[in-house]
């Protein structure tokens, strides 16, 4: 018993380990929010071009939705071992995106990001949609009705009602997103679960691991709490009969 | 007759399978108000629909205001196109739903767009939205959220809504269906009150009190087509159809 308690919570190492581990970690965060960011922003994208009006743009929309099933059904890390292992070889595009270090930041770096943008991009186009479908069709045909264009309707009058509507699984989604950026561990970024293992490897003991582990757990346990109380008031309020939240 | 402000001409409408509307023809004149009966899913609601392109029509033709809007590149399939522009910003319509938009305040409803569309600045669409919330008895409501206000009060400011692009005919889709009774008559008077203005207006409803009252003709329909139309009063008291009568006679017994 207490080989397994020095193995996994040898508090010394953890000590000894800690600013390294720390430091490390904040690495996973800058990725996280860097990438979320971007992946909101990508994924409303792909959500709006999934919602385009009329025949003529049928093909847009076949696009996004095969755009949307292909990166949710792919594995992160195949995406992020394409990237960081075949986007240095295509010259013909300019060197700084063969390899960025926009920002001062290594290239694994943005590989990283890239491929989580690329995935949770599809994954936060389908939280919007639900948001978007769950808005009653009369706000899109009183919006037309009074001339405004269809992206018009979607700015003003669906997507600020849709965002209200989906905070719970987006921040599920963001919290996975959190969790797999310790994949880019596989691309030499010196982020937390990678300085770990060295630290294993040189130790041959895991709290270092533990140490990572719990960072995880300070920051996604709470985020995990809201998202019950999110959909805990969500149910409220449809229960009131005003699922609607007035900004 | 006065110069003809919509015509619609042999309007084919079909859902999948469903054919809705099967050829129906219709004048209406500047100033007229015309009111249209019938039964649900006679295609009432369908054809104010077509009317605005909300849902073009696959079949005929709808002038408005002398304008061929079924024709041109994209008519018919929903897409961006002049037509659009132009029926949107012509024609106003008021929902059985409202549909106002719950995160803007009565006035913001109002006012968005005449911003938007229109491109009045702030101040110009804040000065029409504030006259004419004050025309439908909403002046001191300006600053509440559309859930904070009754059903008639809602409707009134979506009357308020289609009013401020300046439409040159209005459409009324059973817009007191969703309502309490007692909240019907302040919607109605506001709807009397813009009849005698002289709006042009098509009124799709079950008020046969309002209809006798207000409309200068009324259109009975039934199964995708009009069964009978004429002057208010003769249509209402002396049917002339035995569906019109059968009709009647149920909407009167209850």
Known sequence: ???????????????????????????????????AFLALLWGLGLALLR?????KLAPIRFITIAYIDIFRAVPILIIILMISGGVPFLTFLPQEVRIPHWFGRPDPFWYGVAALVIV??????????????????????????????????????????????????????????????????????????????EILAERLNSSALTLTAIFFLVIILPLARLVDYLIKRNQLKITRGSHIEVA | MAEAMLSLKGIHKRFGNLAVLKGVDIEIARGEVVCVLGPSGSGKSTLLRCVNLLAPPEEGEIFL?????????????????????????????????????PHKSALEN??????????????????????????VGLGDQLDQYPETLSGGQQQRVAIARALAMDPHVMLFDEVTSALDPELVKEVLDTMR???????????????LGFAREVADRVIFMDGGVIVE??????????????????????VLDR
């Open chain 1, 1 to 35: 018993m207490s080989q397994f308690f020095n193995q996994y919570f040898n508090f010394n190492v953890m000590g000894e380990h800690f600013g390294e581990v720390l430091v490390a970690f904040l690495q996973n965060l800058l990725v996280f929010a860097v990438a």
């Open chain 1, 51 to 55: 919602q385009l009006p009329s025949r």
């Open chain 1, 120 to 197: 949770y991009g599809a994954f936060t186009a389908e939280v919007y949609r639900a948001g978007i479908e769950a808005v009653p069709k009369g706000q899109m045909e009183a919006a037309r009705s009074l001339g405004m264009s269809h992206f018009q309707a979607m700015r003003h009058v669906i997507v600020p009602q849709a965002i209200t509507k989906i905070p719970a699984p987006m921040l599920n989604e963001l919290i996975s997103l959190l969790k797999d950026t310790t994949l880019v561990s596989v691309i030499a970024l010196s982020e937390s679960v990678l300085v770990s293992r």
């Open chain 2, 65 to 101: 205001e002398g304008h061929d809007i079924c024709k041109g590149p994209g008519s018919g399939t929903g897409e961006e196109s002049w037509e659009l522009d132009f029926v949107r910003q012509r024609v106003g319509m008021v929902f059985q739903q409202f549909n106002l938009f």
């Open chain 2, 110 to 135: 109002v006012t968005l767009a005449q911003e938007k569309v229109l491109g009045r600045s702030k101040q110009e669409a804040r000065e029409k939205a504030t006259e004419l919330l004050e025309r």
């Open chain 2, 193 to 207: 009150e813009l009849a005698a203005e002289g709006m042009t207006m098509i009124v799709v409803t079950h008020e």
């Open chain 2, 229 to 250: 139309e004429g002057p208010a009063a003769e249509v209402l008291e002396n049917p002339r159809e035995e569906r019109t009568k059968q009709f009647l006679g149920l």
